[in-house]
């Protein structure tokens, strides 16, 4: 974490302290600077004082213009210019979260923080919108750049790909042409690339649209699709279950965990007894039974030992499993020559 020499509170309470009363009531409520971890709405803070949401607003900007054209703000340029230098080092331009939480660790810390961004003359905001996080920076030829190079980044990016983080960042750096060579590092460009909001990544370091298998989790499946990722060969359920809670702390039952890994057939494959599979590794849905006669259609008749070989890249099943299911007559023909066949429908 990046350290600042100054202490946020202090120089937002030196700030605030020039407004009259209600103005500064205003301020500290809506911005969280009273030791609050949230702020308070313009309803809230109109309803105490019996004036519409519209005026409390006007009261807000008021104050600060008042703050920004105070000398007293001048009396705070060290302060200020040593943020503004330090989020330039991080990148000149960075998401609002990342800022927040590179220079502070507390909710009320991140409150004063913020307050600074928005009355400092150094820093510019813009909004959240379809390509980026709401972000702030203090070089617009900077920040243009980068917003440029993340758009024809997400153009490369598939809905369904996923990309390790080194291959993004090159994506990144390669698009850089217009920016000062301090900036064109991997560190920076990974920072940049939390700006996007049509790009993720997940907790294996992977990067993809949100729409990509494994980079959004929101329930089991989800997690226990990149637990089996993570693990590269079939794993059984209750494998799956510790290994959610392990790794992301999240609790799993194992009857649960089972119920969606049978429920999500696009993803998973139950290839033994309670022991799952990625289907996107070659493994095929359905029985034993279904795995021996996809082979026989496959590849014509095929010896009892072939079969066999070739189920077992498949379903993790004792020799006896597949025996017995090369006994279904009406499925399955034992041919003259020992060879098995599929079965002639009549």
Same mark, same amino acid.
């Given at each position: ?39 308070? @709405?313009? *309803? ?9 949401? /519209? &005026? $409390? ?5 008021? +104050? ?67 390509h980026f996080k709401r972000r702030w920076y203090v070089d617009e030829s900077v920040a243009k750049a ?17 990309? @390790?983080? *080194? ?9 850089? /042409? &217009? $920016? ?5 590092? +991997? ?54 279950a510790k290994a959610i809670e392990k790794t992301f702390g999240k609790k799993a039952h194992q009857a ?91």
């Amino acid at each position: 974490m990046a350290k600042l020499t100054f202490k946020p509170k202090d120089v937002s309470k030196r700030l605030v302290d020039i407004l009259p009363e209600r103005s500064k009531d205003v301020i500290t409520s809506r911005y969280g600077l009273l030791g609050k971890k949230q702020s308070e @709405t313009l *309803d809230a803070i109109g309803k105490r004082y019996g004036i519409t949401r /519209e &005026r $409390v607003r006007q009261i807000e900007n008021h +104050a600060l213009k008042q703050i920004q054209d105070s000398p007293v703000l001048v009396k705070e340029t060290d302060s200020l210019t040593q943020l503004e230098a330090a989020i330039r080092e991080l990148g000149a331009v960075l998401p609002e979260h990342t800022i927040l939480s590179e220079f502070a660790t507390d909710p009320e810390t991140q409150n004063h923080l913020y307050f600074l961004l928005v009355v400092g003359k150094p820093f510019a905001h813009r909004k959240e919108d379809d390509h980026f996080k709401r972000r702030w920076y203090v070089d617009e030829s900077v920040a243009k750049a980068v917003e440029d190079a993340l758009k024809t980044v997400h153009g490369k990016v598939k809905s369904t790909d996923v990309v @390790t983080e *080194d291959m993004l960042v090159d994506h990144v750096l390669s698009c850089m /042409e &217009r $920016v000062n060579m301090k900036y064109k590092n +991997a560190e920076t460009a990974k920072r940049w690339l939390e700006l996007s909001s049509c790009l993720m990544r997940n907790p294996l370091g992977e990067w993809g649209r949100t729409t990509a298998p494994g980079i959004k989790l929101k329930n089991i499946r989800d997690h226990a699709y990149v637990v089996l990722k993570r693990h590269g060969s079939p794993m059984h359920f209750r494998e799956v279950a510790k290994a959610i809670e392990k790794t992301f702390g999240k609790k799993a039952h194992q009857a649960t965990t089972h119920n969606e890994l049978i429920k999500d057939a696009e993803r998973f494959v139950l290839v033994g007894r309670g022991l799952y599979a990625l289907k996107e590794w070659g493994y095929r849905s359905g029985h034993v039974i279904d795995i021996i006669k996809a082979n026989l259609a496959e590849h014509g008749p095929m010896t009892q030992e072939a079969i066999i070989k070739a189920v077992g890249k498949e379903r993790h099943v004792k020799r006896n499993t597949i025996l017995v299911n090369l006994l279904n007559s009406k499925e399955i023909l034992k041919q003259k020559d020992g060879t098995y066949a599929l079965a002639t429908k009549r």
